[in-house]
């Protein structure tokens, strides 16, 4: 396992190295590392992710860009879409790991490609509008149409 503990303040104040999550594709030709800093986590039913997983929803993780990094297989990826815009799978096994969305800025790592438990949570439910009619959302978690709205008010 990539684990590592952090976040604690050492003797002089300073902040040790953040977690680092392993995550692998099924076949494990491609393995990454990612830091355990989620901005958010969230279920989309939107057409193009229950497409692109074959599933009723999506679970996924959003982090910046920068805090995802390929340690294995970098060769077996497979992009599907534009460098700032796109779905990257392991060629040999089809796994999606992860999206590259929001102008290139961040990536949405598909949790269930995740090796070790990450400290975030999925807390919504996105384009629930646009769900697939044979699934019934059975929790909790609030759901929005589309994208999660914040109140400004």
């Known amino acids: 396992m990539a684990q590592r503990e952090g976040g604690e303040g050492n003797r002089d104040g300073a902040t040790s190295t953040p977690r680092l999550l392993a995550g692998s594709c099924q076949c494990g030709a491609v393995t990454y590392a990612v830091a355990d ?8 039913h939107c057409s193009l992710c229950r497409r692109a ?5 999506k679970p996924l993780a959003g982090i910046a860009r920068g805090k995802l990094t390929i340690t294995r297989g970098k060769d077996a990826l497979n ?3 534009t460098e700032d815009w796109h779905d990257a799978r392991c060629s040999l096994c089809g ?11 961040f990536a949405h790592v598909t949790m269930g490609t995740l090796v070790d438990t990450p400290s975030i949570r999925p807390s919504a439910h996105i384009f629930v509008g646009s769900k697939a009619e044979w699934f019934t959302i059975t929790d909790d978690l609030p759901q929005y149409p589309e994208h999660v709205v914040r109140d400004t008010g």
Request: glycine share 12%.
């Open 37 to 44: 800093e989620f901005s958010y986590a969230l279920n989309c």
């Open 53 to 57: 997983t074959g599933s009723a929803f």
């Open 79 to 81: 992009i599907l879409g």
């Open 95 to 105: 796994s999606l790991l992860y999206a590259i969305v929001r102008d290139g800025q």
